[in-house]
């Protein structure tokens, strides 16, 4: 791999981060109207709250892939779809 390729690389790569640093405010509270008129099991429940609070921490470490899959994950739980 030449020098130029992996320039390119590194460049595009450097902009997905800021994208999903975005997206991560707009996943909780997602998260967050979801649960107003969620009917969970206590389980349930408990796992989203966890996967919300671990998603904004994770938000404000810098860890924004890990951030959005757990706030995915969250949203899973409660049966929110993607958004296209």
Do not use: W, Y
Request: aromatic fraction near 2%; hydrophobic fraction near 45%; glycine fraction near 4%.
């Amino acid at each position: 791999m030449s020098f130029k390729h992996i320039a390119l690389a590194l460049a595009l790569s450097s902009l997905s981060v800021p994208a999903l640093a975005a997206s991560c405010p707009k996943d909780m509270k997602r998260v967050d109207a979801a649960l107003e008129t969620a009917s969970l099991s206590e389980a349930d429940l408990t796992k989203v709250k966890k996967l919300r609070a671990d998603g904004e921490k994770l938000h404000n470490e810098g860890k924004h892939t890990e951030s959005v899959e757990a706030l995915h994950e969250a949203l899973d739980i409660l049966g929110v779809k993607e958004m296209k």
